[in-house]
């Protein structure tokens, strides 16, 4: 067991953990996009990272590979992880607007602007279908090829691989094409139909201060007068 | 090199005696003997050695050195970095066109010359700098490009 400090509490987690799972033990939810319970941590999609370290000397690393240790101080919704976290999910926004599960994840987290053109790519790489077949279904069939912009998920030479076995487990994990439902402006890059409540809590604190999932209780109660006396009214 | 075809088998066995399970020696080792990666050698490494054939491509395709396509008998690179950019790798890019008529990226029509440009050799002392089948050549000026080619060139007529 190792002891460390996650959110200001003081926890004690297994060791050989990841900051992730350990966070997730405890309740606390940290957005994922290439992580899987099934499937090796590969940190390709950056959405979990955590700040961690002592203020002013933190840094932020991506939690699905972080094996904790002792004395780690751990912050998974900082203002500076929140604001980050939302500038990834606007970026995966532009690059495939059409994918549910990254609509959700603008929704859930409060991203209301998309600032760069929409590309429409039929992949973000995160590489679950690559770790799917290989470690789930032990086939081997796709992989990564090429490298930098062009790199791609394909199959050996392009065409239909031997290995494959049709069993549709790349398909099932993929985040990409999940295809929004029908909300509105689905012309749009930004759905926003089951948009969330902000955070009021961030722009007093350098922290979120509870784990509600979604956020309501401020905005709704103390939230209002928070408003009303908050900085720019902009909550 | 003669113009028989290498026995697939042999040089697998070869190189996996050489290599053992190491994709990217092994790619380069099959590289010198077809001077590209053919398909079915490819396969038919993955179904010796085991390893996955999606892990060959991935390699295969990774690296700009390891060829998918037939090759040219001679393989033209002219270094383009910062160093030999500023000291006039355009003029020999313009001079192979002059000599052979092709560009980067471009095989001649009897299949001899490629020329590709790359990004820095790691010489860049003796910029502008060329290799050609492997063999460095640093200082250059369009002249000596042209002499080299028209000496390779001879040479191969008199091999014919
Ligand atoms: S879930 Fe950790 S980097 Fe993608
Ligand atoms: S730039 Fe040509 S060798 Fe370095």
């Known amino acids: 067991m190792v002891q460390m400090t996650l959110n200001g509490l003081r926890v004690e987690v297994e060791e050989g953990m990841t900051i992730l799972e350990a966070a997730r033990f405890y309740g606390i939810n940290i957005p994922t996009l290439c992580y899987h319970e099934g499937l090796s941590p590969y940190g390709a999609c950056r959405l979990c990272l955590v700040e961690i370290g002592p203020s002013g000397q933190s840094k932020l690393v991506s939690s699905c590979t972080h094996r904790v240790e002792e004395g780690l101080v751990v912050r998974t919704h900082s203002e500076r992880v929140v604001k980050r976290r939302k500038m990834l999910i606007e970026l995966y926004l532009a690059t495939c607007p059409q994918s549910r599960v990254i609509q959700d994840l603008a929704s859930k987290y409060h991203v209301t602007r998309v600032r760069f053109t929409p590309r429409y790519e039929d992949c973000i790489l995160c590489g679950l279908c690559v770790r799917m077949c290989a470690e789930q279904m032990q086939g081997k069939a796709i992989g990564f090829a090429h490298r930098g912009s062009n790199r791609k998920v394909a199959t050996p030479f392009d065409v239909k691989s031997e290995e494959c076995r049709l069993c549709g487990g790349c398909m099932y994990i993929c985040p990409a094409c999940q295809s929004r439902c029908q909300g509105p402006q689905e012309e749009e890059p930004l759905c926003n139909a089951c948009l969330n409540l902000d955070q009021p809590c961030l722009n007093y604190f350098d922290d979120n201060m509870c784990f509600m999932d979604p956020c309501v209780a401020c905005e709704l109660g103390a939230g209002r007068e928070a408003k009303a006396k908050s900085r720019d009214g902009r909550l | ?160």
């Open chain 2, 1 to 160: 090199m003669s113009n028989k075809l290498p026995d697939v088998e042999e040089i697998l066995e070869g190189a996996v005696k050489k290599h053992g399970l190491a994709v990217v020696p092994l790619l380069q080792e099959i590289q010198e003997h077809f001077r590209y990666l053919p398909e079915e050698v490819l396969r038919k490494l993955s179904q010796k050695t085991g390893i996955p054939l999606i892990e060959i491509y991935h390699a295969a395709t990774f690296y700009n050195s390891l060829y998918l396509t037939p090759r040219a008998k001679h393989q033209i690179n002219i270094c383009t970095g910062t160093t030999c950019h500023i000291r006039g790798s355009g003029k020999l890019i313009e001079e192979v066109f002059q000599v052979l008529g092709i560009g980067p990226g471009e095989t001649t029509s009897d299949g001899n010359f490629t020329l590709e440009t790359v990004n820095c050799l790691g010489c860049c002392a003796v910029a502008p700098a060329m290799v050609v089948d492997g063999k460095y050549y640093g200082n250059l000026t369009p002249g000596d490009v042209r002499e080299i080619l028209n000496k390779i060139m001879e040479k191969a007529a008199v091999e014919e």
